[in-house]
Nanobody
Framework: QVQLQESGPGLVKPSQTLSLTCTVS??????????WNWIRHVPGKGLEWMGK???????HYNPSLKSRTSISWDTSKNQFSLKLSSLTPEDTAVYYC?????????WGQGTQVTVSS
């Protein structure tokens, strides 16, 4: 059974950088044809896909967030991570990680991030 768990700070200040980690169990993050994604739910705006890292290490970003987003992985820990810089209150959201294996998705429970001074 694949399980994903987000971790990171719940409160960050404007202009800082958010760092989140997704810990995966039940499947190697290098499993063929699997993508590992970050997505967020912004209040009043719905879901916004942020980017992904694929099983081969290639990375793709949402163009609207690309300048502020960095995704990486640590295969030794079976984790992948998100960094989002230059935070503003508009980045307040619930952040989720999820995986997609040929249409079969598994999601983490999400983590609330509030950007406030």
């Amino acid at each position: 059974q694949v399980q994903l768990q987000e971790s990171g700070p719940g409160l960050v200040k404007p202009s800082q950088t958010l760092s989140l980690t997704c810990t995966v169990s039940g499947r190697s993050i290098t499993t063929d044809y699997t993508t590992w994604n970050w997505i967020r739910h912004v209040p009043g705006k719905g879901l916004e896909w942020m980017g992904k890292i694929q099983y081969d290490g290639s990375i793709h970003y949402n163009p609207s967030l690309k300048s502020r987003t960095s995704i990486s992985w640590d295969t030794s820990k079976n984790q992948f991570s998100l960094k989002l810089s230059s935070l503003t209150p508009e980045d307040t959201a619930v952040y989720y990680c999820y995986c997609d294996y040929r249409g079969d998705e598994h999601w983490g429970q999400g983590t609330q991030v509030t950007v406030s001074s």
